[in-house]
């Protein structure tokens, strides 16, 4: 009888399940944060999610990138978050970018997380239409991509899970999502003086 030896776990899945905890303590920071509880703190979650798009579309330059995630020109919320700080009237100060010295295969992982954080943000959006904001105004970032959040999203796990990328390559993709966590979770403390 042949062994059977069990097929690795592809890396949507690696993903998923090893930054849960990670994904998990977002949930708890935006709870302290409570970022719908009025404008001025939802424009703090705004100009922490600038930074967050600002660091991602930064690598959309690498063509590493490009060329495992080949429709970056549909991703991206960075004008997205722009456009709403001004409909809000705000600014997002100045944060240096985090991902100056970040490339492929780490930078697949900061895209994960990104692109990830669309399909929470179908119920944030819900959240924030009680201050009077919605997909036009004030709450661009939160909305689906034209194509809906679905489609976009199974698109992207189609491209993380193509054969090729070695077992090193996927770690070093999980550890760029872990940072992308890490610097989401640095910029809501930084915008809501949280410890
Ligand atoms: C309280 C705020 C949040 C809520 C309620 C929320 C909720 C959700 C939900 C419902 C999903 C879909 C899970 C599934 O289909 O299995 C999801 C997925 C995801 N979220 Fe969040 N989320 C929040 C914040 C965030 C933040 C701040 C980030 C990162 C910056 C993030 C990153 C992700 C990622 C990467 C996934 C994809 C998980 C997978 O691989 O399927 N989320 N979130």
């Not at 899945?13 to 939802?42: G, I, W």
Request: cysteine-free.
């Amino acid at each position: 009888m042949n062994p059977v030896t069990p097929s690795p776990l592809p890396l949507s899945a690696r993903l998923k399940h090893e930054t849960a905890d990670l994904h998990q303590q977002m949930h708890v920071l935006m709870e302290s944060a409570q970022p719908f509880a009025d404008r001025q703190r939802y424009s703090r979650f705004v100009a922490a999610q600038y930074h967050f798009q600002r660091d991602v579309e930064h690598l959309f330059d690498d063509p590493g990138l490009q060329a495992a995630v080949p429709d970056l020109q549909v991703r991206g919320r960075e004008a997205a978050a722009l456009a709403d700080l001004a409909d809000l009237g705000t600014s997002a100060g100045v944060v240096a970018i985090a991902t100056a010295d970040v490339r492929m295969p780490e930078a697949l992982g900061w895209l994960y997380v990104s692109e990830g954080s669309t399909l929470g943000a179908a119920f944030l959006l819900k959240e924030v239409r009680h201050l009077g904001l919605d997909e036009q105004f004030g709450a661009r970032n939160l909305a689906a991509y034209p194509e809906g959040r679905a489609v976009v999203w199974r698109r992207f796990v189609d491209f993380l899970d193509r054969p090729g990328l070695s077992p090193q390559a996927q770690q070093a993709v999980l550890a760029g999502a872990t940072a992308a966590f890490a610097r989401f979770g640095a910029l809501l403390r930084r915008h809501f003086a949280l410890a």
